[in-house]
């Protein structure tokens, strides 16, 4: 069993800077890809980062040169910092990875997803 959780979320005004952290454990072979998405009320989740096993990161454009994705993959943790806050930066940020487990083995990889933070970014 696999899981994800994510803390860091909570209230900040516009400007301000937040940092996410997600952390998996569980019966876990490898982790090949971690990322951030998130979901505001009334619209589809979408992507806001996600990193490579090699470090390399692709970014929404919406949060290029504010948000820095990246990873511990000693503790199989991906970090998520959030500068420059904007109001429409509120939603619930979830975190993904896309894994093998210890069952499995290498040759298959599944998709999880944590519970969710939520972000608010007040004016």
């Known amino acids: 069993q696999v899981q994800l959780v994510e803390s860091g979320g909570g209230l900040v005004q516009a400007g301000g800077s937040l940092r996410l952290s997600c952390a998996a454990s569980?019966?876990?072979?490898?982790?090949?890809?971690m990322g951030w998405y998130r979901q505001a009320p009334g619209k589809q989740r979408e992507l806001v980062a996600r990193?490579?096993?090699?470090?390399?990161?692709i970014y929404a454009d919406s949060v290029k040169g504010r948000f820095t994705i990246s990873r511990d993959s000693a503790k199989n943790t991906v970090y998520l910092q959030l500068n420059s806050l904007k109001p429409e930066d509120t939603s619930v940020y979830y975190c993904?990875?896309?894994?093998?487990?210890?069952?499995?083995?290498?040759?298959?990889?599944?998709?999880?997803w944590g519970q969710g933070t939520q972000v608010t970014v007040s004016s």
């Open positions: 990193i490579n096993t090699d470090g390399s990161a």
């Open positions: 993904h990875a896309e894994l093998s487990t210890i069952l499995s083995g290498p040759q298959y990889q599944f998709a999880y």
């Open positions: 569980g019966s876990i072979f490898s982790i090949n890809v």
